[in-house]
C-alpha cells in the first residue's frame, strides 16, 4: 500500500474528525497531495489539495472554511481536519499523490493522481 488513509468513523452532525494520510518517501516527498471522497452512487469529487511544499491550497467550494488540508513533509503524512460535518460529507475518503513532482501548479483533478491509498469511511449522522 502507497498511501494509508485513517481516521474517519462515525459522528454526528456538527462534529470533527481529522483524517490522515501515511505515505512512503516515494509516494510523499516533492508531490501534491489531495483528498477526494465517494458518496454512494455518486462519483468521485476533489475535497482539498495541498502543494508538496504546503504552499498552495485548494478546496472545494462546499467544504471551504470547514475543512483544512495540512501535511507534515518530515513524517511523510497528510491530515484533512474536518469541522462542522454534514451528512452530505457522508463518503469513503481517499488520500491520493500526485503524479508530477515539485509543480509549479497544484494538482487538482483526480487524473493527475498516480498513487492512490484505499479510503477511509466517513459517516456523518443527522
Known amino acids: 500500500v502507497q498511501l494509508q488513509a485513517s481516521g474517519g468513523g462515525l459522528v454526528q452532525a456538527g462534529g470533527s474528525l481529522r483524517l490522515s494520510c501515511a505515505a512512503s518517501t516515494r509516494t510523499f516527498t516533492g508531490r501534491d497531495l489531495g483528498w477526494f471522497r465517494q458518496a454512494p452512487g455518486k462519483e468521485r469529487e476533489s475535497v482539498a489539495a495541498?502543494?508538496?511544499?504546503?504552499?498552495?491550497?485548494y478546496y472545494e467550494g462546499s467544504v471551504e472554511g470547514r475543512f483544512t488540508i495540512s501535511r507534515d513533509n518530515a513524517k511523510n503524512t497528510a491530515y484533512l481536519q474536518m469541522n462542522s460535518l454534514k451528512p452530505d460529507d457522508t463518503a469513503l475518503y481517499y488520500c491520493?499523490?500526485?503524479?508530477?513532482?515539485?509543480?509549479?501548479?497544484?494538482?487538482?483533478?483526480?487524473?493527475?493522481?498516480?498513487?492512490w491509498g484505499q479510503g477511509t469511511l466517513v459517516t456523518v449522522s443527522s
Open positions: 491520493a499523490s500526485s503524479s508530477r513532482m515539485f509543480s509549479t501548479v497544484l494538482s487538482k483533478q483526480a487524473d493527475l493522481y498516480g498513487y
Open positions: 495541498i502543494s508538496w511544499n504546503g504552499g498552495m491550497t
